[in-house]
């Protein structure tokens, strides 16, 4: 999948001095999620897959992004850098339920 496909391009680009990376985004506050996120259950449900406790913000991600382009990360390249609050760490979202 993109995992592939950015550590493919990242080694392929790499001595040309290009960065190539992908961010892992995990439960998200955005008006594909609003309906869900609206109904208290199943914020909940999802909230309590989250190690760190709440649904992100758009701006958390952007953050992620602006610092992966930035220069403090010139020497990053070919990663999935997850910002899903620990999401992905939990046995749940492991064994499939996330």
Request: proline share 7%; aromatic share 8%; glycine share 12%.
């Amino acid at each position: 999948g993109i995992k592939l496909m950015t550590e493919t391009l990242a080694l392929e680009y790499a001595p040309k001095g290009i960065r190539v990376n992908n961010i892992g985004p995990g439960a998200i506050n955005t008006p594909i999620n609003a309906e869900k996120f609206a109904d208290p259950e199943q914020r909940a449900d999802v909230e309590s897959m989250i190690p760190m406790g709440y649904i992100g913000e758009p701006e958390e991600i952007a953050a992620v992004a602006a610092w992966l382009a930035s220069s403090e990360a010139s020497y990053v390249t070919g990663i999935t850098l997850f910002a899903d609050g620990g999401m992905t760490q939990y046995p749940s979202f492991q064994a499939g339920r996330g």
